[in-house]
């Protein structure tokens, strides 16, 4: 029996070690690159997404620095492709690669973008943000008419902004720093880092208009703390009525995940009512050792 029993741990043991293995290196992948232009002068603030090879599904965001490098950490395995643009350049997509246990690190052929061409006669011109726009002192991410905006909630949204990270508890940090303020419409919203995953876990990103990130808050900011801002700005909503949403989401990982939320809002002329219900059971496992 006694044995058994030893044997019984021993496997149990080793199952253990194996799913902390394989977690670990399902995200360490790591990739980067440069984009130039045709005379090889390298881009800042070149906007380059991470793409699925497969359907070209964004996975994240960046922004080039000053000497027109970018890199992606914590990538999971998988096959991936790379676009870079730049306002009045053409789009570039980098050849498909794949991020593998053996292959974790890797370097992208330089992106050369070529000046886009346009012809003004007889054709209306309608501009367009671009998804990552650089200013002086915030990075912005517009939302709205974007591939982000239809399918996916909040949370889903700031995980592939540039800078943002989420942990397994959905804890937001910006650029490695935790105790990141996160302001609706400029608002502090005065919620734990869990009440905050739930509200942002049942906020539709179509209701979003764009998300500012803001790594070095300037002095009027002092109050919200020097970790960074982000503040989601909201679609404004002129339209006099009553609307909602109800969520239902679950999982299973070690133990069954469930998440109900249910949002109302109306609006009667200049006054706006706002209301909302969040439940989630998110139970976790620790291993003693």
């Known amino acids: 029996m006694k044995k058994l ?29 440069f984009v130039a232009d045709a005379q090889q002068k390298l881009l800042d603030y070149a ?30 395995a998988g096959s991936y492709l790379i676009s870079a643009s730049v306002i009045n350049y053409k789009k570039v997509f980098s050849k498909p690669f794949t991020i593998s246990e053996n292959n974790a690190v890797f370097t992208i052929e330089k992106l050369v973008l070529t000046a886009a061409t346009q012809q003004l006669k007889g054709v209306s011109i309608v501009a367009q943000k671009p998804l990552i726009e650089h200013q002086i002192d915030k990075t912005v991410l517009n939302v709205a008419n974007s591939v982000l905006a239809a399918g996916n909630s909040a949370l889903e949204i700031l995980q592939k902004a540039p800078g943002v990270t989420l942990d397994k508890d959905d804890n937001i940090s910006l650029k490695g720093k935790q105790g990141v303020t996160v302001m609706i419409d400029g608002k502090l919203t005065y919620l734990s880092s869990a ?8 906020t539709d990103g179509n209701s979003i208009q764009s998300i500012e990130i803001i790594t070095n808050p300037s002095a009027k900011y002092d109050a ?12 404004k909503n002129r339209a006099s009525g009553t609307n909602g949403s109800l969520i239902l989401a679950g999982g299973y990982g070690a133990y069954p995940r469930t998440s109900e939320s249910l949002t109302l809002n109306h609006k009667e002329g200049k006054f706006n009512f706002f209301g909302s219900y969040n439940h989630g059971n998110r139970q976790q496992r620790n291993d003693l050792n």
């Open 47 to 76: 906007t380059v997404t991470l793409l699925k090879a497969k359907d070209s599904t964004l996975i994240k965001g960046a922004l080039t620095d000053d000497k027109g490098r970018y890199q992606f950490t914590n990538v999971a």
């Open 5 to 33: 029993f030893t044997l019984t741990m021993l496997l149990l043991s080793t199952i253990f070690w194996a799913e902390e293995k394989v977690s670990a290196q399902t995200k360490n992948g790591q990739i980067s690159g």
């Open 224 to 235: 919200a703390g020097n970790s960074g801002i982000i503040n989601i700005k909201m679609k």
């Open 195 to 202: 009440q905050l995953a739930t509200l942002l876990r049942s």
